[in-house]
């Protein structure tokens, strides 16, 4: 085993040894808990015996972060990267990289051969393995681990989740012999304080001694807007003012909105949370960092970073998120109000956080935070090494209870969910490599159908309750009638007694009008009393348990017929994934893209596509409509075509003729692919969405930023910076997928060229 220069942990040396045995492991730890010293040490093992190692993580900035520190740590000769738009020394010993090209190299698309591109790879490290989760990337991990070579041991490093040992069987089950190394030790443990704002200058204990509720704290009342003034009061500056009273600076302050992010960094700015030294010490910081990034020159935030506050989400530009980064890394920065996004892995060990809430705003009303989502952010706080408790401080709110609070904290983790969906690349990478057979065989192997009994555990209890009820109800008639039987009198009964009501009102109607009785009523009368023997012929005529029998026997047939919807939703759920398969198939079937089960041209051009929709973007290419753009066009469209929905209104800003024509075409693409989508019941997103269409335009014709920026003040220059760099990912796979029009590869390229000069370029 590699010696460190510290005594390990029980749980790191029970993983490394896993390693060193040549088996797999998955690591469940919370964060901050050194899971990243279990990969160091496959790291030394690779460089010891001369093979290579891949370590992937779920963010791009991640493998970024991982590329620099290993760099440094390894020297960079021994380091590569690789990311959508990266490549780096790729043949290295170490290659960081995303996990999506991870799982690309697997196809073999895009990055060459299968066997070449994991030439000597003997070790990978799937770090944040828990982003399974992950509603729209979590079907990556699980074809990364499926189609892992099994001669390569994953490393899996994975945040609490409460079936772990699920997890760890699927992965012994299809890829190699796997080990569970699982522990709740935390270096520094978490104190966790509760902000009640009727007691605002102090901070009270959520928990006494014993794991109970503190009974001084009060619920927050609603606050009523009164007259015009409709602010609620904020006492983020008081909490603040408490957290540096107590020495539990530096913080994180989570809160669920960018808008509130900034607003609280300027309400704190007054605090004087650092020294005329550290202030010295910033601005001198920034002067070097904005002579490398000269596009942060005036930016409006740096008064608010000497004065130790900082915002940091995703409305940012991406350099001075770096900005922001390093020097809370340094201690520079006291504060940093984030949203929930910078809970995800960054770099940034504080010694408190601060959870403005417990309950977040969705489309759908306020719901609880997650237990995952809630140990994800409390666990950033306490910096091994440096701090002996970590402290964690839960803001009261009027939307929680302290008793909801305190519950939230004392629970376990939720469970890993499959995410896993077969989209059009995939069926294509499939039938490429294999047969319809084979392809299924692998589709089944999906972590979502090995857990599929976990996740259909409430159907399946339903069902045990129905059984339930049925062996309830089920009796025993005195007569050994069968249900036939009594169902043959029931209809009988129900005959008669129609029958008896009738002839009574044609008695009555005949004998107000003095009419004789007709032939056909004497019949008819006469019929009913011969169901009147016959019903008394049966036992059940005088059973004096028939009423409750046959009420048992109506709601027995119910529950059955319940019973039967539910056993056929089982069917469907179990069979989901490939059902999803089989109706991908069919379209690629009927647009062309396979033939025989096997992808045509077109569909093995489609086959190295990535993105949310492969055959739209495909068939958009097809069409023939992107071959006469120039570039600043080019990019215009495929900008409204990768751009998602926006919930808020964004002001029309026009864009060229080209560009509105081109638009124009693809919306009867659209509208024939969501015809067939919806034919075979799929959901694979369809985007037009022109908002940044202009500013691409204006941009690559040379625009400068802030021309650009202030076209779309409402929005943040980090939302503009993504739909950017969502325009290169496509552009860029025109230029290496196959069958692309020469000419277009090369308006691709030049658009690739003039969209990435800073801020775009900026990591």
């Known amino acids: 085993m590699y010696e460190f220069p510290f005594e390990l942990d029980d749980f790191q040396k029970e993983a490394c040894q896993i390693i060193d045995n040549g088996e797999s492991v998955v690591v469940c730890a919370p964060t901050g808990a050194g899971k990243t010293v279990i990969a160091q040490h496959a790291i030394h093992k690779a460089l010891e015996q001369g093979c290579r190692i891949f370590y992937t993580t779920p963010l791009k900035a991640l ?65 944040e393995v828990h982003y399974m989760n992950d509603e729209q990337r979590g079907t990556v991990w699980e074809e990364s681990i499926i189609y892992c070579p099994t001669n390569i041991q994953i490393i899996a490093l994975s945040a609490t989740v409460a079936n772990c040992q699920e997890l760890t069987d699927w992965i012994n089950t299809v890829h190699s012999k796997t080990k569970l190394v699982n522990t709740d030790f935390r270096p520094v443990p978490l104190r966790f304080y509760y902000f009640d704002s009727s007691q605002p200058f102090k901070l009270l204990p959520l928990l006494t001694p014993n794991g109970k509720l503190n009974r001084k704290i009060r619920p927050e009342k609603p606050q009523w807007a009164k007259g015009k003034d409709k602010r609620k009061k904020s006492y983020v500056k008081q909490i603040i003012k408490n957290l540096a009273d107590n020495d539990m600076l530096p913080a994180i302050y989570f809160t669920f909105s960018r808008k509130k992010c900034d607003e609280q960094m300027e309400k704190c700015s007054g605090l004087g949370l650092n020294t005329k030294i550290e202030q010295q010490k910033i601005k001198a910081f920034i002067e070097d960092f904005i002579a490398e990034n000269p596009h942060l020159y005036g930016n409006k935030h740096i008064e608010y970073l000497i004065q130790g506050v900082a915002s940091h989400h995703a409305g940012l530009l991406p350099a001075w998120k770096n900005l922001v980064e390093k020097l809370f890394q340094q201690g520079l920065i006291k504060v940093v109000f984030a949203t929930e996004t910078l809970a995800a892995g960054i770099n940034m060990p504080a010694r408190s956080t601060v959870i403005s809430s417990t309950s977040k705003r969705t489309d759908s009303g306020h719901r609880m935070l997650t237990a995952n989502e809630f140990l994800q952010m409390s666990g950033r706080a306490g910096r091994r090494g440096m701090d002996e408790i970590g402290y964690v401080t839960i803001v009261g709110t009027s939307f929680q209870s302290p008793e909801e609070v305190a519950e939230l904290v004392l629970s376990d983790s939720n469970p890993l969910e499959s995410k896993f969906s077969p989209s059009y690349s995939m069926v294509l990478n499939l039938l490429q490599r294999f047969d319809l057979d084979e ?135 179990k069979d989901i994934y490939w059902n999803k398969f089989l109706s991908h198939r069919a379209i690629l079937g009927d647009y062309g893209y396979l033939l025989n089960d096997y992808p045509t041209e077109k569909g093995k051009t489609t086959s190295q596509i990535r993105s949310e929709n492969e055959l739209y973007l495909a068939e958009i290419i097809f069409s023939g409509i992107l071959e006469n753009l120039t570039p600043s066009q080019l990019a215009g469209v495929i900008c409204a075509v990768t751009t998602e929905d926006i919930r808020m209104e964004i002001p029309y800003i026009p864009f060229s003729e080209p560009v509105r024509k081109t638009l124009n075409q693809i919306r009867n693409i659209k509208r024939k692919l969501e015809k067939a989508q919806s034919k075979y019941d799929i959901e694979s997103p369809l985007y037009i969405n022109p908002y940044f269409s202009s500013l691409i335009e204006l941009w690559i014709e040379g625009a400068e930023w802030e021309t650009v920026a202030e076209q779309i003040s409402d929005i943040g220059e980090g939302d503009i910076v993504r739909a950017f760099k969502r325009v290169v990912d496509v552009l860029r796979q025109l230029t290496t997928i196959d069958n692309i029009p020469e000419a277009l590869v090369f308006t691709a390229r030049e658009a690739i060229e003039k969209i990435l000069r800073a801020p775009v370029d900026v990591d």
């Open 439 to 573: 392809a299924k065989e692998l589709i089944l192997k999906s972590f979502g159908y090995y857990s599929s009994d976990s996740r259909l555990k409430p159907i399946l209890m339903q069902l045990e309750q129905f059984d339930r009820e049925i062996k309830e109800r089920t009796f025993v008639c005195p007569s050994r009638y069968n249900d036939e039987k009594m169902f043959e009198y029931d209809r009988l009964r129900y005959l008669y007694v129609q029958n008896r009501q009738t002839y009574k009102k044609i008695l009555k109607q005949e004998k107000s009008k003095h009419r004789p009785l007709s032939p056909e009523v004497i019949e008819f009368g006469q019929r009913n009393k011969e169901d009147l023997h016959k019903l008394q012929k049966f036992a059940c005529d005088t059973c004096k348990h028939y009423k409750k029998h046959s009420k048992n026997l109506e709601v027995i047939k119910r529950i059955d017929a319940k019973k039967k919807k539910l056993e056929k939703e089982i069917e469907k759920q």
């Open 63 to 127: 493998s970024n972060q991982k590329f620099y520190d290993f760099g440094e740590k390894y020297g960079t000769d021994k380091v590569g990267l690789l990311t959508g738009d990266t490549s780096i020394n790729r043949n290295a010993q170490i290659v960081i990289m995303t996990t999506e090209v991870f799982r690309n190299m697997l196809y073999g698309t895009n990055f060459g051969a299968v066997a070449d591109n994991l030439k000597d790879v003997k070790y990978v490290v799937l770090d």
